[in-house]
Each structure stands twice: as structure tokens, then as C-alpha cells.
């Protein structure tokens, strides 16, 4: 069985993890971009783990991101890094040791935890009260991508739901390269539609900090969302994009958001999800921001559009050579980001497709 997204066909996407946070409820409510949690309550917990993923959900995160392993006996496990060394201290890969091993070990980080497979994160996703948080699921490059696909769906296929909100309205799959996918990979959608259980269709979201990869795929894929690089959104071709993905209604979310500077910014520019290690912290940013927007409504102040723009500079001042610092950093991210991506286009890291298992060693 192998694992179908949406991608080329369908109705535009506006489920409720597209939209932006409606902070107040009225006609005309105050909005900021969704919270979401990276690998969990990072700054907190040890990351991708059940405390983590706890943590989040009771700071108040709408959703969860985290990344998607193999095990040697096919188990999906949620770990950012393909190998062992940097969590839990074993020089180790993922895809070369099996589940009953893996579960012993505990992450160098106190509260010293262990890696949780899937499966136990969607059990805790059905649990009461959880019934509205969803998931940004990033498939690594470095798995066999088909048999991953397959034992993520037979993963989710496995776990029943508890309310009413079905899997593919919780879940969205972010991908680096888009081959990997099916529903844009013909191959791969040539497969499914002879695989006898089919998997519910489940959204697609491309990852990445290539802003004119990103543009190729606005017109190309109806379906896609965005999972892009903060400090390139933050760039001189940022704007642009965003106001396309804006008018052909494409979520776009800003990865990774920690400063609180940064957080301010990505509520003025209308993201419509924050990816961050500190949910806490940017929930007390969107607070701020409510304050003070009710507070304008409530009493608009004279001079028109231009004071308006100016009232919503809701963080502290920092400074000319402050502003100038940053601005010089911001340009010199994207360049370095333009450099990256014009190397993996030409080692077509944006467009190979990868099916073969890396051989292991026993």
C-alpha cells in the first residue's frame, strides 16, 4: 500500500489548519498565524518526545511538528536526525538498528526520555481534548521514501479515531523534494491505484528556502502548501510570494521562529503558521498583539493608513544600528540560502527520486 497526497487535483485547500488563528470572535476578528510546535515544546522538553509533545499541546500549540524515521523492522519512529548520536549519545543510524533496541535508550536531555514511534503520538492526538491539534509530519530524505510511505499508512490506518475529524484533516506531510510524493510522482500514483486499501488522501506541504523552486510549484500544484524558510520570507523576494500564495489562498509557514523580533514580524506579515521551539513564548506574542490591536479598533488613531501601519510595530524599538544589523543579517542569510539552492538544483536534490534502500551494514 502506498501512501497517495493530494497534490494535483481537488478543490483548493481551506480545512482549518490552512487558516490563520481568529483570535476574537466576531465579524472582523483579530488574526495571527497558528502556533506550531517544532519537534514539540523544543526549548523545554528533550526534543521529538512524548514530553515534548505534551508540553505543546498544554502550552496551547495548534499543532505538532515533528520528523518521520524507519527502523530496521519497519517501525516509524518520530527523530529529526537520521542517526542516534546527537540525542542519545549512541553512534548509531536509525534504519540500522531495530525497535526493541531503540526503545531502551534515552535522550542525553533531562527528563531523559525515549524515542516515540507514531503510532504513540496519533494515540495521544485522540485522547479528549486534543481532538483540534494536528500534525506537520517532514519526510527525511535519507529513507527508503516508498517503504517509509507505506508503513506511515498502514501506521495511521491502524489508529482509530475518536471524534468525528478524520486523519487527513490532522495530517499534512512536508517533503523536500517533491518527487517523493505521491500524487506528484505518476509512478508512485500508478501504484496506489492498484494497492487493494487505499489510505485516506492526505495533504501535501513542500519544505524548503528556495523562493523561486517555490514559485515553479504555486501554479504547478493547486493543492500545495508551503513550509518555507523565516529568514527568506523575511527577504527581499518574500513579499511577493506571499502575496501570491495569499490571492491563490496557499498556506504558508515560517520555519524555525524563535526571537521574539521574528514572531512579531511573522504576525504582521500574515503567515498563517509559526513554526517555533518555544510555543509559550510566541502565545504571549500573539497576546501582546491582541491587546494592542483591540485597543486600536477601539479607538482609531488620526492619520490614516500610514499611522495604522506604524501602531502595528507592536514590539519594543530597537535601535537604528540595531535595524541596520539586522537588515545586513537578513541579506546575507539570503544569500547564503540563494547559494544553497542553486547547489542542490544542480545536484537535483529538488527533483530525483529516491526509491532504493541504502545498503546497510549488518
Known amino acids: 500500500m502506498i501512501l497517495i497526497f493530494q497534490g ?13 488563528w481568529k483570535m476574537t470572535k466576531v465579524d472582523d476578528p483579530v488574526t495571527a498565524p497558528q502556533c506550531i510546535a517544532h519537534r514539540g515544546y523544543k526549548a523545554k522538553y528533550p526534543e521529538n518526545s512524548m514530553a515534548a509533545f505534551r508540553g505543546a499541546v498544554s502550552a496551547g500549540a495548534h499543532a505538532i511538528e515533528s ?13 529529526h536526525d537520521g542517526t542516534l548520536k546527537r540525542c542519545f549519545g549512541v ?15 534515552r535522550t542525553l536531555r533531562a527528563p531523559h526520555e525515549r524515542m516515540p514511534r507514531l503510532s504513540e503520538l496519533l494515540a495521544f ?29 498502514d501506521t495511521v490506518a491502524a ?29 508512485t500514483a500508478s501504484l496506489h491505484r492498484k494497492s487493494a486499501r487505499l489510505p485516506p488522501r492526505l495533504p501535501l506541504s513542500h519544505i524548503g528556502f528556495s523562493l523561486p523552486y517555490a ?20 527577504g527581499p523576494l518574500g513579499p511577493r510570494f506571499l502575496l501570491s500564495a495569499r490571492s491563490s489562498r ?45 485597543s486600536r479598533r477601539q479607538a482609531p488613531p488620526p492619520g490614516g493608513r500610514s499611522v495604522v501601519r506604524k501602531a502595528a510595530r507592536f514590539g519594543k524599538r530597537r535601535g537604528l544600528v540595531s535595524d541596520a544589523l539586522s537588515m545586513a543579517g537578513l541579506l546575507c542569510m539570503n544569500l547564503f540560502a540563494a547559494c544553497i539552492s542553486v547547489l542542490f538544483t544542480i545536484m537535483g536534490r529538488y527533483d530525483r527520486v529516491t526509491i532504493k534502500p541504502r545498503a546497510k551494514t549488518r
Open 125 to 153: 492526538l485522540t485522547e479528549d481534548g486534543h481532538e483540534d491539534v494536528w500534525l506537520l509530519l517532514d519526510i527525511k530524505l535519507d529513507d527508503d521514501c516508498e517503504e517509509l510511505m507505506r508503513r506511515t499508512a
Open 67 to 79: 520528523d518521520l524515521h524507519l527502523t530496521r523492522d519497519g517501525v516509524v519512529v518520530l527523530s
Open 215 to 234: 514559485n515553479r510549484l504555486l501554479p504547478a500544484h493547486p493543492n500545495l502548501s508551503f513550509n518555507l524558510l523565516q529568514i527568506v520570507l523575511a
Open 159 to 187: 489508529c482509530p479515531q475518536r471524534n468525528a475529524r478524520p486523519w487527513n484533516e490532522r495530517i499534512i506531510f512536508g517533503c523536500w523534494n517533491l518527487a517523493n510524493a505521491g500524487g506528484v510522482n505518476p509512478t
Open 91 to 105: 553512534d548509531k543510524r536509525i534504519d540500522d538498528c531495530d525497535w526493541d533496541y531503540i526503545s531502551t535508550l
Open 250 to 294: 496557499r498556506p504558508v509557514f515560517a520555519w524555525t521562529v524563535n526571537r521574539e523580533r521574528w514572531m512579531e514580524w511573522a504576525v504582521r506579515a500574515r503567515v498563517d503558521g509559526v513554526i517555533t521551539d518555544n510555543p509559550a513564548l510566541y502565545l504571549e506574542v500573539c497576546a501582546r498583539w491582541l491587546r494592542e490591536e483591540e
Open 8 to 20: 494535483d487535483s481537488g478543490p483548493a485547500l481551506d480545512p482549518y489548519w490552512a487558516r490563520q
